[in-house]
């Protein structure tokens, strides 16, 4: 791969393959504007319409004058556009055999089909945003929920480059101050630059940075939860109750159907996968066992348990054994339902709630919230990461900074503590990719679809 | 409905809904620029933007400046537009979370949602379109092949369009004249207007356009069939030649596993669902039965039965009782398979096939497409039709010049003679849009996608 030195041009479908009102094809790359001469009959020459502006034309074979299709070609000249290149995204008709035919014509006349992620890659490489800023942009793509969406485009716009780049400041400086006193070693240090209390600040903003990732990945990945319960506490009226709720964002695309009811719901921002399975009841009847095998199963791949209990019959030892036997394999909340009938029926360690009514709800999602990431949802406005990439560069520029106040208080010398604060330095470098490997990209890139 | 008068700005994502690189929100109606600055911060108002121009902007809540996306802005002036109103897109994120939200900000906002078609029923209320290029905005996106694709292109230029209104203004022609002789009844006629002659070859054309309806219909809308023969004639080996050689364009979205392969195909541009069965075999096995009645109830819903027979053996009894079954339900093509290996194996009433070699695919595809057409498939340049309401259209216009030609030929008075080619010009405006109701419409549009 030659991604750092390519600037060829390519071509992707930016929108879903579907049939719909209209389609996107994407398009970046040197001399892609005299290219697309070639397949484009419009008004205008391509290379001749100003930037930020649509022309209508036809889409059609060069020489044979086969006509794919009437679009609107959007132009962006280098470097107002997205990858900071000379750019163009052609709106056809969103029907397959037009994608297809208008895919197929662009890569005969020269068009390479794009990477996944190459068109973010490219604005990368241009210096049109920095590497958290690319990520957000697939992670804005990926949101499930508003809290995702609203954290994501804080990152876009540069929520997390801004924190970085203050915090590498400082570091630098404490860097220039430590060299100052390397290179005039007999000069008398004023003593006005308290090393320890900056370092400690770096630190601190790192660890508030660091603090953010469990619940930012919650948010941006989620979590599935289960349902379980006897037979009649109530799982299908908590199951109904939490869908209709606040039912998150679904694809209207589903597999195959299962013998257990699935939802995606959104819990204070967090996308949650739903299901609900069938009573637990002891049996020997092989069916039934068949799907309570499939509970097991369920359970053992979730985050979060939660254990209906009937307040009005209370906490039976078949409740207990079941719990017991995944206590160590999944968080476990147990709601104690029917409250409305029974009030005083939940213990001090359940939720009390009337899947009924819907009393208790609130409750029930915050204690779910807590469970799942250990701490109350982050603002929309905060600077949230989410990207294990970043929690690594956090963690490395943070160990540098321990290294160096331990290296004060040991008395090492100033060329070795120089080198710790350079370790930080280069760690937050290589978050916004001031510094950073073909690897890593590729890696990074790879994640994104197609288009973007 | 008041879909004639309604200029209410409308809202409608564009683009399929699911996740990609971008998503398309398409906007029209009076006012809308204005509606847009609640919404939309950027450099420019889109008041201020010229026409076919695009904007960098954020799509954030009016006063809670809570930010959505940042997204691009393309403006469109009336009349220069799709619809012929002042209309635009915003270009957001292909984020489903991203999608929802701004949908809502934009309903809450004054936009409502859009009909299906309504975009494109606005184009034909403003003129910018007849009725035949509406409704081949809709077959373009629904187009499955290269040809259904490049018909409903024709149509969507005018190819339709062109060749009725030129029938129209003969008919026109012929009415004037005829009423000259009516309001000068006296005056000898001319006799240089050849009334039949001119009817005769306005019918001849509608009859020409009529004649491209079933193989129109064929190509946009696709047929079924289904391979059968006994176990190993060579089913499964054509059905992979099959679906080999030509793969239609079929979307990757899915829905249950079935016990009978599946493929999507394009067989000289007809879109063909080809079904490979279970072998048949007599068996009073309950599991194979069940297999059989499948088997059945896909031949009842197909339009085509291939029956493959081993040419090394013949037709056997079997399978002649089982076609037998079939004769009336289902249009039958015997192939004669693995001629290869016996090449006089092929009687005059079947297609010798070698599924392993290749040989004979050809007149397989012909013969498939003279079964399912009746004749050869159009050119991809040819003006056909497709669409049930231009059949009916044209059939009304052509029983006027049917009855037209019959008064003269029974010396009708000339008002008769009149108003039967008044009914041929009123089809031919129907079928155009000229004239027309709002049922029409509402009927036709219905079947549209939503941001159309």
Chains 1, 2 share one sequence.
Request: net charge negative.
């Amino acid at each position: 791969m030659k991604i750092f030195s390519d600037r060829e041009p390519i071509v992707a479908l930016a929108s879903p393959w579907g049939e719909s009102a209209i389609a996107v094809l994407r398009i970046s790359g040197e001399g892609s504007h005299s290219l697309l001469e070639r397949v484009f009959k419009g008004s205008k020459k391509p290379v001749n319409v100003p930037g930020h502006t649509l022309v209508r034309g036809t889409l059609c074979g060069a020489g044979t004058n086969q006509s794919i299709d009437d679009v609107l070609l959007a132009v962006y000249k280098s470097p107002a556009s997205y990858t900071g290149e000379e750019a163009a995204e052609i709106f056809c008709h969103g029907s397959l055999a037009v994608i297809k035919a208008a895919l197929e014509l662009l890569t005969v006349n020269g068009f390479r089909p794009a990477n996944p992620g190459e068109f973010t890659l490219r604005a990368f490489m241009n210096k049109k945003m920095d590497l958290t800023r690319a990520e957000a942009v697939n992670e804005i793509i990926r949101s499930r929920t508003d809290k995702a969406r609203a954290l994501a485009l804080n990152r876009l716009n540069g929520s997390i480059e801004t924190q970085i780049n203050e915090i590498k400041d400082r570091v630098t400086t404490m860097v220039s101050a430590l060299e100052v006193q390397l290179d005039y070693p007999e000069e008398e240090t004023e003593n006005d630059f308290d090393f320890i209390k900056e370092a400690g600040d770096a630190k601190q903003r790192i660890e508030r940075l660091l603090s953010t990732y469990s619940a930012g990945r919650i948010i941006q990945e989620g979590i599935s939860m289960v349902l379980a319960g006897r037979t009649n506490a109530g799982k299908s009226t908590l199951f109904n109750l939490l869908v209709k709720e606040d039912r998150a964002i679904v694809s209207d695309v589903h597999g195959t159907t299962r013998d257990y009811i699935e939802g995606a719901i959104s819990v204070e921002g967090i996308p949650v996968r739903l299901f609900d399975t069938a009573g637990l009841r002891i049996s020997e009847e092989p069916l039934e066992r068949e799907g309570m095998k499939r509970t097991r199963n369920l359970i053992s791949g979730a985050s979060i348990l939660i254990y209906i209990v009937d307040a009005t019959q209370g906490l039976t030892t078949e409740d207990e054994e079941f719990m017991a036997r995944y206590r160590d394999k999944v968080k476990i909340i147990i709601v104690y339902n029917k409250i409305d009938v029974h009030p005083e029926g939940c213990p001090e360690n359940g939720v009390p709630v009337s899947a009924l009514s819907g009393k208790g709800l609130d409750l029930l999602n915050k204690t779910i919230v807590m469970t799942a990431i250990g701490t109350s949802a982050p603002d929309a406005s905060e600077a949230v990461i989410d990207s294990i990439r970043q929690k690594e560069c956090l963690s490395n520029a943070g160990r540098g900074l321990d290294d160096f106040m331990e290296g004060i208080k040991g008395h090492m010398p100033l060329d070795v503590l120089a080198v710790c604060l350079k370790d930080t330095v280069d760690a937050l470098g290589e978050l916004t990719g001031e510094v950073t490997s073909e690897e890593i990209l590729e890696k990074m890139f790879s994640k994104f679809c197609v288009g973007k």
